[in-house]
């Protein structure tokens, strides 16, 4: 990591921490970008969609990080999972929503009919840096995972330096950024005014204005 990057992630990391603030890019590829991508360096690896009862056994591994009332919930709200499998072992993980979702426990993220959120992707810490985050996101541009959307959309903390350089291998470009903050039963938040073109908003769960 750069100095300058070091320097922006330990000052936004302290903007949340003690402020409440939080700075979230918005990216976005086009159909059939991501699946130009370089893919996962290593054969055995197989990308595929994950059914709920797959996806609720596997929540049973606390090293994946999911739960499984949060599968529950994705499934219920018509979401897909992509998992990267290898000898009928989970490595890697993403998730399609087509409406609006949750970004993160208390803020939801409002998407116009022709875009795709891709969020809440995950690889197993041994297995980073074999590009089996960028083979899910090239799987994920099969046509019959589009369902007639655009575009596909990724929320990405500002400091998370990591992702953002993953996003730019698939090709994402920025289409702006957010800033906001809980405040009791409310979010406050400034979205850039491309975002507010593009009618992609952030609001308090279950609120949608």
């Given at each position: ?5 070091s320097?922006a992630e330990?000052?936004l990391t302290?903007?949340?921490?003690h402020?409440?603030?939080n700075?979230?890019?918005v990216l ?8 130009k ?7 055995r690896?197989a990308?595929?969609?994950l059914?709920?009862?797959?996806a609720?056994a596997?929540?049973a591994?606390p090293a994946l990080?999911?739960s499984?009332?949060?599968?529950r ?6 979401a897909?999972g992509?998992?990267a499998?290898r000898d009928g072992r989970l490595l890697g993980?993403t ?8 970004y993160?426990s208390?803020?939801w993220c ?12 995950f690889v197993r810490p ?8 960028q083979?899910l ?11 007639g959307?655009?575009a596909?959309?990724?929320?990405v903390n500002?400091d998370?330096f990591?992702?953002l ?7 994402c ?5 957010v800033?906001y903050?809980?405040?009791f039963?409310s979010v ?5 005014p491309a975002?507010r073109?593009a009618?992609i ?9």
């Amino acid at each position: 990591m750069r100095l300058n990057d070091s320097i922006a992630e330990r000052c936004l990391t302290r903007a949340r921490r003690h402020l409440g603030m939080n700075f979230v890019r918005v990216l976005q590829h086009g159909v059939g970008d991501a699946v130009k991508s370089a893919g996962c360096r290593h054969p055995r690896v197989a990308c595929r969609v994950l059914s709920e009862a797959e996806a609720l056994a596997f929540a049973a591994d606390p090293a994946l990080r999911l739960s499984r009332q949060w599968v529950r919930a994705a499934y219920a709200r018509g979401a897909v999972g992509l998992g990267a499998m290898r000898d009928g072992r989970l490595l890697g993980y993403t998730w399609l929503a087509y409406g609006d979702t949750p970004y993160d426990s208390t803020v939801w993220c409002a998407l116009k009919p022709g875009l795709r959120y891709t969020y809440k992707s995950f690889v197993r810490p041994e297995c980073r840096g074999q590009r089996i985050i960028q083979a899910l996101y090239a799987f994920a541009d099969r046509p019959e995972l589009w369902r007639g959307r655009r575009a596909s959309l990724y929320l990405v903390n500002s400091d998370n330096f990591a992702s953002l350089a993953s996003l730019g291998r698939i090709g994402c470009r920025s289409l702006g950024h957010v800033t906001y903050a809980r405040i009791f039963d409310s979010v406050i938040a400034f979205h850039s005014p491309a975002l507010r073109r593009a009618g992609i908003h952030l609001y308090a769960g279950g609120r949608h204005r």
